[in-house]
């Protein structure tokens, strides 16, 4: 019956959505992406509109389904993955409020220092991670405190995914993933904790019903459905955080297993069985039932990289950058990029820090600064790697995302990580796939779980071991030497 059904995958990342079709057996067969923008109104700001998400989205699927109609009449089943965690309400007809705060905006770092730090304790017992504006707690007080109007005219605060969602289906409704980052649920009970609701004077009836991620919620509305170019009938499924959809497309579901996702953020995971508590990292619920992600993401990687080309170069492209970083050398000639943009996540969690290059003189070109900024991110990265300890120690990381596209970024991460990179070659993105793998779930179809390709291994090379070992003290060394001075630097001192 379900052998030549096939399932439409949706993923929202941070720079653009994603969205491919999947069969049975696992293939992708085809995928398309969109790009959307991203607004900076004030220091440590990030923004964007969701009908941004949603234009982007439909574009991309009517993109497949009109150059394939033979593929699209054989889709039953959607699922949408996104970025998160996001503040993003609808008002009672079910029209966007204001822009959506994405995970990248640091505003709530004073709510935080203020009316949270007495409840510190309390909030990271029940949500399992550090008190932070990364989570949507914060950010939901500092609107209600700042801008009392949009707060009063939200109805209900969605995820993207759950904008998505609720568009194709008309229903409103939030998946275990997302809510698990609002810092607003007990992740023990997977519920809302309503003890948090009251003390900071929140309204549980602006939050939706928590769906498990494989939850089928309703059917693509048939005004949705003829606009997009889908059959009639097509079930939708609750979805998932990207962080969550990757491992899941990447096959990886064994506590232990390691990956790094690789896009405008990276990140190092590692599958647990159970929530971990870790004061510098974050534990993510998993797409699978009954399991966890301990997860360390950087702020800004591939998005130092698109930094570079649109504001600084304004000539270049991915590919030539590739051959440019090739074409300098490991230590990009005395070069250190520290790679924060916009604050950072793990394992420093400061709001106040900012990108520097360091030992830049007269004689430093165009390829020194592209492989600094690619040795920066792999830096950052280490100093995530290093939060894990020793259970870690030697084990191959699964690479996927963006930026794996790059052979020399690979190798330049292999090299400072010390450890083995297999980069999945499966041609087909894996957050994609990870939903697809939940319209299977929600179906009661086995996954096809996809074989790890043994033959794209990048290992590190030893003649760079000293060289990135000492770029590695430096790069600690200048970030101790400047910590201090960006809140000077905010404050205008």
Same mark, same amino acid.
């Given at each position: 019956?379900?052998?030549?059904?096939?399932?439409?995958?949706?993923?929202?990342?941070?720079?653009?959505?994603?969205?491919?079709?999947?069969?049975?057996?696992?293939?992708?067969?085809?995928?398309?992406?969109?790009?959307?923008?991203?607004?900076?109104?004030? @220091?440590?700001?990030?923004?964007?509109?969701?009908?941004?998400?949603?234009?982007?989205?439909?574009?991309?699927?009517?993109?497949?389904?009109?150059?394939?109609?033979?593929?699209?009449?054989?889709?039953?089943?959607?699922?949408?993955?996104?970025?998160?965690?996001?503040?993003?309400?609808?008002?009672?007809?079910?029209?966007?409020?204001?822009?959506?705060?994405?995970?990248?905006?640091? +505003?709530?770092?004073?709510?935080?220092?203020?009316?949270?730090?007495?409840?510190?304790?309390?909030?990271?017992?029940?949500?399992?991670?550090?008190?932070?504006?990364?989570?949507?707690?914060? %950010?939901?007080?500092?609107?209600?405190?700042?801008?009392?109007?949009?707060?009063?005219?939200?109805?209900?605060?969605?995820?993207?995914? *759950?904008?998505?969602?609720?568009?194709?289906?008309?229903?409103?409704?939030?998946?275990?993933?997302?809510?698990?980052?609002?810092?607003?649920?007990?992740?023990?009970?997977?519920?809302?904790?309503?003890?948090?609701?009251?003390?900071?004077?929140?309204?549980? @009836?602006?939050?939706?019903?928590?769906?498990?991620?494989?939850?089928?919620?309703?059917?693509?509305? =048939?005004?949705?459905?003829?606009?997009?170019?889908?059959?009639?009938?097509?079930?939708?499924?609750?979805?998932?955080?990207?962080?969550?959809?990757?491992?899941?497309?990447?096959?990886?579901?064994?506590?232990?297993?390691?990956?790094?996702?690789? *896009?405008?953020?990276?990140?190092?995971?590692?599958?647990?069985?159970?929530?971990?508590?870790?004061?510098?990292?974050?534990?993510?619920?998993?797409?699978?039932?009954?399991?966890?992600?301990?997860?360390?993401?950087?702020?800004?990687?591939?998005?130092?990289?698109?930094?570079?080309?649109?504001?600084?170069? +304004?000539?270049?492209?991915?590919?030539?950058?590739?051959?440019?970083?090739?074409?300098?050398?490991?230590?990009?000639?005395?070069?250190?990029?520290? =790679?924060?943009?916009?604050?950072?996540?793990?394992?420093?969690?400061?709001?106040?820090?900012?990108?520097?290059?360091?030992?830049?003189?007269?004689?430093?070109?165009?390829?020194?600064?592209?492989?600094?900024?690619?040795?920066?991110?792999?830096?950052?990265?280490?100093?995530?790697?290093?939060?894990?300890?020793?259970?870690?120690? %030697?084990?191959?990381?699964? *690479?996927?995302?963006?930026?794996?596209?790059?052979?020399?970024?690979?190798?330049?991460?292999?090299?400072?990580?010390?450890?083995?990179?297999?980069?999945? %070659?499966?041609?087909?993105?894996?957050?994609? +796939?990870?939903?697809?793998?939940?319209?299977?779930?929600?179906?009661?179809?086995?996954?096809?779980?996809?074989?790890?390709?043994?033959?794209?291994?990048?290992?590190? %090379?030893?003649?760079?071991?000293?060289?990135?070992?000492?770029?590695?003290?430096?790069?600690?060394?200048?970030?101790?030497?400047?910590?201090?001075?960006?809140?000077?630097?905010?404050?205008?001192?």
């Amino acid at each position: 019956m379900w052998s030549d059904k096939l399932f439409l995958g949706v993923d929202v990342g941070t720079t653009s959505v994603k969205a491919g079709l999947v069969d049975a057996g696992g293939n992708g067969l085809c995928q398309v992406s969109r790009e959307y923008p991203s607004f900076y109104p004030s @220091e440590g700001w990030a923004e964007q509109r969701a009908e941004d998400w949603w234009n982007a989205a439909a574009a991309a699927v009517r993109q497949l389904t009109a150059a394939r109609p033979d593929l699209a009449s054989r889709i039953c089943c959607v699922c949408v993955s996104s970025q998160a965690p996001t503040l993003f309400g609808i008002d009672r007809q079910g029209n966007p409020v204001g822009n959506a705060m994405i995970w990248m905006d640091r +505003r709530a770092q004073g709510i935080c220092e203020r009316e949270l730090a007495l409840h510190k304790a309390y909030i990271e017992a029940y949500s399992g991670n550090r008190l932070d504006p990364y989570y949507v707690l914060p %950010k939901l007080l500092w609107q209600k405190e700042n801008d009392p109007k949009t707060y009063r005219k939200v109805d209900q605060y969605l995820q993207i995914n *759950g904008w998505l969602v609720y568009r194709l289906t008309g229903r409103r409704t939030i998946d275990q993933t997302h809510a698990a980052l609002t810092q607003m649920v007990n992740i023990y009970q997977m519920d809302w904790e309503e003890k948090a609701f009251g003390l900071f004077g929140l309204e549980m @009836e602006k939050w939706p019903r928590i769906c498990g991620c494989g939850e089928i919620v309703g059917e693509v509305l =048939p005004a949705v459905a003829e606009a997009w170019g889908l059959p009639p009938s097509v079930l939708v499924v609750a979805g998932c955080i990207d962080g969550a959809a990757v491992p899941l497309g990447l096959g990886l579901r064994t506590a232990g297993d390691i990956f790094e996702m690789s *896009g405008q953020s990276s990140g190092i995971g590692v599958l647990q069985a159970e929530p971990k508590f870790h004061p510098n990292l974050c534990s993510l619920k998993h797409a699978l039932s009954g399991q966890w992600i301990l997860k360390g993401s950087m702020s800004c990687s591939g998005g130092a990289l698109k930094w570079f080309r649109d504001q600084v170069d +304004r000539a270049g492209d991915y590919q030539e950058y590739d051959r440019l970083a090739d074409s300098s050398v490991p230590g990009a000639r005395g070069v250190t990029f520290l =790679p924060y943009l916009n604050g950072e996540r793990a394992p420093l969690w400061d709001t106040s820090l900012r990108g520097i290059y360091f030992g830049i003189s007269t004689a430093t070109d165009r390829a020194d600064l592209v492989r600094a900024i690619m040795e920066g991110t792999g830096y950052a990265l280490r100093t995530i790697l290093e939060e894990f300890g020793t259970e870690l120690e %030697k084990k191959p990381i699964l *690479g996927t995302g963006g930026g794996y596209r790059s052979p020399v970024w690979t190798q330049i991460k292999a090299d400072i990580l010390n450890r083995e990179i297999c980069v999945y %070659k499966m041609g087909f993105d894996a957050a994609v +796939r990870g939903d697809a793998f939940l319209c299977m779930q929600a179906l009661g179809l086995p996954i096809p779980w996809p074989e790890r390709d043994a033959g794209s291994v990048c290992r590190p %090379k030893a003649e760079n071991r000293a060289v990135y070992d000492v770029g590695y003290e430096l790069f600690q060394k200048i970030y101790r030497a400047n910590r201090e001075l960006f809140p000077l630097r905010l404050r205008g001192e």
